[in-house]
């Protein structure tokens, strides 16, 4: 349930539900924490205590005071300078009669002069109404507190070790300490050290406040995350994710998108190439609808003839009209076949272009290359036809370009393939590789009828019709895929004809240079 949960919810369910674990586990850590600051800041203070009380047990020793009221009044009074710092400290006999208590002592507060005004003031003659010194007021209900806690402690089968007590009376807090005096090992009484501890409620207060501000500001940091998280972050993902989801499911209600073009952050470049991936992907399928289009009816006509032709030639005994008639069916099949492997070569060219990584390429060598196969091909064939290359002002260092190296062959190959199916016999064809300021030119010049359109930027059409005699040897797409390739290669190419009254076509190819 939970795995399922992580997995479908939205990230700001699994960022709060996340705050919200966290939140509870340190929680449980701050409770425990608050609840053992007390206990421990007590237990300090009694340590402190034991050393007074330590100490205390170590001056009865060794002046060998006697668990006498007398004896004890006149201990505190001479060791006074140990308890300065508390604010009460009492002893007791072992049948838990209080024998002395610096409560009912006037101790000066040099503590080498004996004060001349020693009163001693009886606990049960106490009134509570009494309005004199602040430590006197709660003597009666310290005591009755002491008492019992030396009961408590007494009783115990093994009195020895510390009794710490703290408790909250008359809006003071108390920490106690009881231990047991010994002398030559043997218990004698017990001694009981108390102080006003309110600085302790403080610190805890003080920490309490300091960690609750702490969480508080934590959590509207996070609430003002969440917020910032949804609306500049989450809201726009679900926007471009119900516009995949138009899309994928052909809704002409496409979510807006469009305010998140301007944006400069992720969110921002992320819209941009959604919409240009989805425009890409629109203007694919209306190419591929056109050209499905336009292929059928480029197919469709030398059907028609073929079919013509054959339905004749089972109707005709003439030997001539026989042969003519089989020229024009072999004739269609080849203009067939020559636009299914046309048409198939551009979708491959197309998915490499898209599978392929460009790479530095030396365009100059690519050149060389196709030119002087097909001058071994054309001398093989029997053709007097012959290609001439001329490198002008080239710079080795400026010849590269970014691309495939086989598609840039392809290029050269499909021009000087078109340039030698309308070059005449005894023709020839010029080469020129170049340096320009924008890149590197390729020019193809040949010897044909050049091109009789007032707008020759159309024979780069698919099925460019206007074509010479040889017409079946082109299926219209050679010029159009060798554009294709150009473009995506970041270049152009423009066809003219020959200028001087020179007879002839003159193509162009412009690269840019690799950066």
Aim: charged fraction near 25%.
């Amino acid at each position: 349930m939970q795995s399922n949960f992580f997995s479908s919810s939205s990230i700001l369910k699994k960022f709060l539900v996340f705050n919200l674990i966290v939140f509870l586990v340190l929680g449980a850590f701050t409770f425990l924490y608050l609840k053992a600051i007390k206990p421990n800041l007590v237990k300090n203070r009694s340590e402190h205590h034991l050393n007074i009380i330590n100490n205390t047990s170590e001056h009865i020793n060794r002046l060998n005071v006697e668990f006498t009221k007398e004896s004890t009044t006149k201990f505190l009074l001479s060791t006074r300078f140990l308890f300065q710092n508390l604010d009460r400290v009492q002893l007791y006999d072992l049948n838990l009669n209080l024998l002395a208590d610096t409560d009912t002592l006037d101790l000066a507060e040099n503590a080498f002069v004996k004060s001349e005004n020693i009163q001693e003031t009886a606990i049960d003659k106490i009134d509570e109404s009494t309005t004199g010194d602040e430590n006197l007021k709660y003597t009666k209900e310290t005591e009755f507190i002491s008492n019992k806690y030396v009961k408590k402690y007494s009783e115990k089968e093994n009195a020895d070790g510390k009794l710490i007590i703290s408790e909250t009376i008359n809006n003071n807090f108390y920490v106690s300490t009881i231990d047991a005096v010994k002398i030559q090992n043997k218990i004698k009484g017990y001694i009981v050290v108390s102080e006003i501890a309110n600085d302790i409620l403080i610190a805890v207060e003080e920490r309490k406040n300091f960690i609750l501000r702490s969480v508080f500001s934590v959590a509207i940091v996070i609430f003002i995350f969440s917020v910032f998280l949804n609306k500049y972050i989450l809201k726009p993902i679900r926007s471009l994710v119900l516009y995949t989801k138009a899309i994928k499911e052909k809704d002409v209600k496409i979510g807006k998108h469009e305010k998140y073009f301007l944006r400069k952050d992720e969110v921002g470049q992320l819209s941009r190439s959604l919409n240009e991936m989805t425009e890409d992907l629109y203007k694919r399928i209306s190419v591929a609808e056109t050209f499905s289009s336009d292929l059928a009816h480029e197919i469709r006509n030398p059907l028609t003839s073929l079919k013509g032709a054959s339905e004749v030639l089972e109707n005709t005994s003439d030997d001539n009209k026989r042969k003519k008639l089989i020229k024009v069916i072999s004739h269609d099949v080849e203009r067939i076949e020559r636009l299914i492997t046309d048409y198939s070569q551009m979708l491959k060219d197309e998915a490499t272009l898209s599978r392929e990584k460009m790479k530095k390429i030396d365009f100059s060598n690519v050149i060389n290359s196709v030119v002087e196969d097909f001058n071994s091909d054309l001398i093989n064939s029997n053709k007097n036809i012959k290609i001439n290359i001329n490198h002008s002002n080239l710079n080795g260092s400026r010849s590269y370009v970014l691309g495939v190296e086989s598609k840039l062959e392809q290029i050269v190959a499909n021009l000087l393939d078109n340039a030698v199916s309308f070059s005449p016999e005894n023709g020839k064809i010029t080469v020129i590789c170049a340096e320009k300021k924008r890149g590197i030119q390729l020019v193809i010049e040949d010897q044909g009828p050049g091109f009789n359109e007032k707008n020759i930027d159309k024979i780069f059409d698919r099925f460019y019709s206007n074509r010479p005699e040889n017409f079946g040897e082109h299926s219209g797409l050679g010029l159009n895929i060798v554009k294709n390739i150009i473009e995506l290669h970041g270049g152009s190419i423009t066809a003219s004809n020959l200028k001087s009254n020179k007879k002839g076509a003159r193509i162009e190819v412009l690269l840019p240079f690799y950066k």
